[in-house]
């Protein structure tokens, strides 16, 4: 049974940072695209970042690029985002998911998901 489950979401003020972590069971990373989206309330779910695991290839959306940084542990077999200089426009529920179709933005590209995990930025 495959699972994926993010943890390290909660509250922080703006400026101020989080690292989730997504932790994988009944799947080996290394042949997927791992990605994190996130949805805020009233509003469709969208691309945060991604890594080939393979390849370490990264991407980010334009709203975090060089705020937050995507890596991987091939031991734990975890993906984590580190979110730095957090905006209240970063508030929503964080997802990874899990690909085998390559690099892409897309949610409908990514077959396996976690529960997510709440990030909310006071202002």
């Known amino acids: 049974q495959v699972q994926l489950v993010e943890s390290g979401g909660g509250l922080v003020q703006a400026g101020g940072s989080l690292r989730l972590s997504c932790a994988a069971s009944?799947?080996?990373?290394?042949?997927?695209?791992v990605g994190w989206f996130r949805q805020a309330p009233g509003k469709e779910r969208e691309f945060v970042s991604h890594i080939s695991w393979w390849s370490g290839t990264t991407a980010y959306a334009d709203s975090v690029k060089g705020r937050f940084t995507i890596s991987r542990d091939n031991a734990e077999n975890t993906v984590y985002l580190q979110m730095n200089s957090l905006k209240p426009e970063d508030t929503a529920v964080y997802y990874c998911?899990?690909?085998?179709?390559?690099?892409?933005?897309?949610?409908?590209?990514?077959?396996?998901w976690g529960q997510g995990t709440q990030v909310t930025v006071s202002s």
């Open positions: 998911a899990g690909s085998t179709r390559g690099s892409s933005t897309a949610p409908n590209e990514y077959a396996y």
């Open positions: 009944g799947l080996t990373f290394r042949h997927y695209t």
